[in-house]
């Protein structure tokens, strides 16, 4: 299970944290990922000038578009699951 966490906090909600998450579903409903990603929204991560944040497992991604959510989610999520051992 790959762990989503995306900033919440009202800097982040301004850049578009909504936006990017509605995407981020989206793409997991469509590929059936269900199993494989959890999203979560979480507080501030205390680098609002940088948003929008987030971690995925544990690996902090700045300045993240809502217009670059799908490329981000590919190339951080899918690609990695992919190269993942099947368990
Ligand atoms: S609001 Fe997202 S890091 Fe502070």
Redesign the pocket.
Same mark, same amino acid.
């Given at each position: 299970m790959m762990t989503v966490r995306i @900033?919440a $906090?009202?800097?982040?909600?301004l850049r578009g944290t909504y936006q990017i998450i509605e995407v981020f579903k989206r793409i997991i409903e469509e590929q059936a990922l269900q199993n494989q990603v959890e999203l979560k929204g979480c507080f @501030?991560? $205390?680098?609002?000038t940088?948003?929008?944040?987030m971690e995925i497992d544990g690996r902090a991604l700045t300045g993240i578009k809502p217009e670059e959510a799908a490329d981000v989610f590919q190339r951080e999520v899918i690609d990695p699951l992919k190269e993942r051992p099947a368990s």
């Open positions: @900033c $906090g009202s800097s982040c909600h @501030c991560m $205390g680098r609002c940088d948003g929008v944040n």
